[in-house]
C-alpha cells in the first residue's frame, strides 16, 4: 500500500503528517539552507547527509560553493555525481556535455526559447514536454553568476502541490492522473521534426513509491483535457501555485550557489544583465532521482 493510493487514507495521513512536521524543521534556528560544497565541486560528507536528508524530504535542498569556482560546468557535473545523479538528459540546445549553459543569447539558435531570454518564467517542471522514456525526475540549477538585478527564483515541492490537490478533493488527483491529461504538439522547425507530439500525466508514481510531476502553466502549446473536472483541477493548481504557502522558497541564487531536486515547480522572474554582471546558470536535468 503506498500513501499514493487514493483508496488508503491511513497511509496518506500518516505521510502528509511526516511532511508536516519535517517542513516545521525549517523554521529551526539550526536549519542550514545553504549546504557546503568544496571549490572543486566536492562535498564535505556532513553537507552530503544534510543535502540528502532534505531532498528525501522537501525535494530540493541548496547549496553554497566556499569559495571561487575554476570551472562551473565541471562543479555541476560532480555536485550530480556526488548525489548519485547519472543519466543526463539530452537537450536540443545542451552542449555536448549535455549541461546547458543558460544566459540570454542575442543572436543564434536558442534564441527564441524563454530560458535563453530575460524573461520570466512561469510554474513548470523541467523536462515536461520530453517523451515518457526520457522523464527528467531530477535537476540541479547553478549559478555562475547572477544578474545585475532580478533573476530571482521560486521553488515549490510538488508533493506539496499534490497533497494540497487532494485534500480538496481527491478527483482532481484522478484527473490530472489520466495517462493523456496533457499534450504537446510536435516540435516542427524548418520542416524538420524535433520532438514528437507527447502526452502524459501530471502526476505519476515512479518506482512504486515516489511522485513525479509533469507541468507546465503555460498556455501556449499545451492541450489539456477539457472535461470540467480537468479545469476545476488546473483551476485549483494555479491557486495554489500564485499564493504564498508556507512551502514556497523564494531565493535568488548568489555566485556559487545552486539547488539540486527531484524536479520541483519553479519559476524565476525577469531580469536586467549588465556588462559586468551578465546572468550565467547551468542546468543539468537527470533521468534518474536522487534516492536518499
Ligand atoms: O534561469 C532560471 O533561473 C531557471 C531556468 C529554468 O527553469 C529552465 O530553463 O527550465
Ligand atoms: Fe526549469
Keep these: 500500500m503506498s500513501y499514493l493510493d487514493l483508496d488508503d487514507h491511513k497511509a496518506y495521513q500518516k505521510w502528509v503528517g511526516y511532511k508536516q512536521s519535517r517542513y516545521e524543521l525549517r523554521s529551526d534556528s539550526g536549519f542550514s539552507l545553504l549546504n557546503a560544497v568544496e571549490p572543486d565541486g566536492t562535498i564535505p560528507e556532513q553537507s552530503l547527509t544534510n543535502l540528502k536528508t532534505q ?79 526520457q522523464r527528467v525526475q531530477a535537476m540541479v540549477l547553478h549559478c555562475e553568476q547572477p544578474a545585475a538585478a532580478g533573476g530571482e527564483n521560486q521553488l515549490l515541492d510538488h508533493e506539496m502541490a499534490y497533497i494540497h490537490l487532494r485534500n480538496e478533493n481527491p478527483d482532481f488527483i484522478r484527473a490530472l492522473s489520466q495517462p493523456a491529461v496533457m499534450c504537446i504538439p510536435e516540435n516542427i522547425e524548418n520542416g524538420e521534426l524535433l520532438r514528437a507530439q507527447t502526452c502524459s500525466a501530471v502526476f505519476m508514481e515512479e518506482q512504486g513509491h515516489a511522485l513525479n510531476m509533469r507541468y507546465s502553466r503555460r498556455k501556449h502549446n499545451i492541450i489539456w483535457s477539457d472535461d470540467v473536472l480537468t479545469q476545476e483541477a488546473l483551476d485549483c493548481l494555479d491557486g495554489f501555485l500564485e499564493s504564498d504557502s508556507p512551502y514556497h522558497v523564494r531565493y535568488r541564487l548568489n555566485q556559487g550557489e545552486g539547488v539540486m531536486c527531484n524536479n520541483v515547480l519553479h519559476t524565476r522572474t525577469a531580469f536586467t544583465d549588465s556588462a559586468e554582471h551578465k546572468r550565467v546558470y547551468y542546468r543539468a536535468r537527470y533521468y534518474n532521482r536522487i534516492e536518499c
Excluded at 543558460?102 to 543564434?108: I, K, R
Aim: hydrophobic share 30%.
Design 55 to 133: 531532498v528525501s524530504d522537501y525535494n530540493f535542498s541548496l547549496y553554497k560553493m566556499l569559495g571561487p569556482a575554476e570551472d562551473h560546468l565541471a562543479v555541476v557535473k560532480k555536485v550530480g555525481s556526488q548525489m548519485g545523479l547519472q543519466q543526463l538528459d539530452k537537450n536540443l540546445c545542451a552542449r555536448e556535455d549535455r549541461i546547458t549553459r543558460l544566459s540570454v543569447v542575442e543572436n543564434g539558435r536558442p534564441n527564441h526559447y524563454i530560458p535563453y531570454s530575460n524573461k520570466a518564467i512561469g510554474w513548470h517542471t523541467d523536462g515536461y514536454y520530453n517523451p515518457m522514456q
